[in-house]
């Protein structure tokens, strides 16, 4: 079983629809992160929690919400979709962060917002 | 502010080919440094990382990366590809007094039998 899942795996939206997309990890892991990659751009940042009552802003947070509903499982909300939140979106853990740890990603969502 | 870059966008080699990805930061600390890859349909995952010690760092499927301090740079390296090398590869740098990872915009690697 994959220790990141993320539900949906591919989603079609229209502008101002309200999107949520899901990660739930088993790792156990403390710290989690939400990305999105974009041809050329590279990832980024979006938020980052490293427990369930601490929520950061990445650098691209504009337009998008989180919640950390349990140390398992961490969302991401678009609440009116616009056409240029169209990417691969990527959850990723860590255990004890950056210093030390690597990276688990989950599989990605694409998102297409029309 | 930090960044990463990744000069070469796109590689085309030959099978048995070696390889050499650049990566340069800006960032005038201490820092972690790793190498992703990501295969065509699937998610990333981490090659190799550099954390202290030995600048020569050794990872999966025969890849290695050289940090050199006085250049900024976090290099990877292979001496003989493999078709199914073939996948997107991003360098990611942490400074350590932040939270945050950094990627570079990622080299696609196409490999051709």
């Known amino acids: 079983d994959a220790d990141v899942t993320q539900t949906p795996r591919n989603r079609i939206t229209k502008t101002g629809k309200r999107i949520m997309l899901e990660c739930s990890q088993t790792k156990g892991h403390d710290r989690m992160y939400w990305y999105r990659q974009d041809p050329g751009l590279g990832l980024r940042l979006i938020y980052y929690s490293f427990d369930v009552k601490d929520i950061n802003k990445g650098e691209i947070s504009d337009g998008y919400s989180v919640s950390r509903q349990a140390q398992a499982k961490f969302s991401l909300s678009l609440e009116s979709a616009i056409p240029n939140q169209t990417a691969l979106y990527f959850c990723?853990?860590?255990?004890?962060?950056?210093?030390?740890?690597?990276?688990?990603f989950g599989p990605g969502t694409r998102l297409t917002v029309l | 502010a930090q960044s990463v870059s990744q000069h070469n966008h796109h590689v085309i080699l030959s099978e048995a080919a070696s390889l050499e990805l650049g990566c340069n930061y800006s960032y005038g600390g201490t820092v972690n440094l790793f190498w992703y890859v990501q295969y065509p349909g699937q998610h990333l995952q981490l090659l190799l990382k550099?954390?202290?010690?030995?600048?020569l760092v050794k990872g999966i499927k025969g890849f290695e990366a050289e940090f050199i301090k006085s250049k900024f740079s976090f290099n990877l390296r292979k001496p003989s590809v493999q078709w199914s090398d073939t996948a997107e590869y991003f360098c990611?740098?942490?400074?350590?007094?932040?939270?945050?990872?950094?990627f570079g915009t990622g080299t696609r690697l196409q490999v051709f039998p």
């Open positions: 990723a853990t860590t255990g004890r962060g950056f210093l030390a740890d690597t990276q688990y």
């Open positions: 990611a740098v942490n400074a350590r007094n932040t939270d945050k990872l950094i």
């Open positions: 550099y954390f202290s010690g030995d600048p």
